[in-house]
């Protein structure tokens, strides 16, 4: 069986910094690509950044030069820095995966989603 596992939510000040991390865990041979989502109120889900397993990382617009993405393959982890953050940015943000594991093929798995609030 394979989780991903995200933390690292919480109440943060406009203008303030947060850093999620999303976690895999299970019998795996590779990680492919990993990627954040959020999901705000009443809006549907939407790409914030991608990281390959190996190469560039891709960042939607509204949060390049506030949002860094980076991943530790030893770890079988991701981990997203949130800077300068505003309260647009409020939403659910979810891990998301392309995992090959033992037993399961390769298929997408996604965290359980993490809270983040951005309020003053």
């Known amino acids: 069986q394979v989780r991903l596992v995200e933390s690292g939510g919480g109440l943060v000040q406009p203008g303030g910094s947060l850093r999620l991390s999303c976690a895999a865990s299970?019998?795996?041979?590779?990680?492919?690509?990993m990627a954040w989502y959020r999901q705000a109120p009443g809006k549907q889900r939407e790409l914030v950044a991608t990281?390959?397993?190996?190469?560039?990382?891709n960042y939607a617009d509204g949060v390049k030069g506030r949002f860094t993405i980076s991943r530790d393959n030893a770890k079988n982890a991701a981990y997203r820095q949130m800077n300068s953050l505003q309260p647009e940015d409020t939403a659910v943000y979810y891990c998301?995966?392309?995992?090959?594991?033992?037993?399961?093929?390769?298929?997408?798995?996604w965290g359980q989603g993490t809270q983040v609030i951005v309020s003053s």
């Open positions: 998301n995966a392309d995992i090959h594991a033992l037993g399961l093929g390769r298929r997408a798995y």
């Open positions: 299970g019998t795996i041979f590779s990680i492919y690509a």
């Open positions: 990281i390959p397993s190996a190469g560039s990382t």
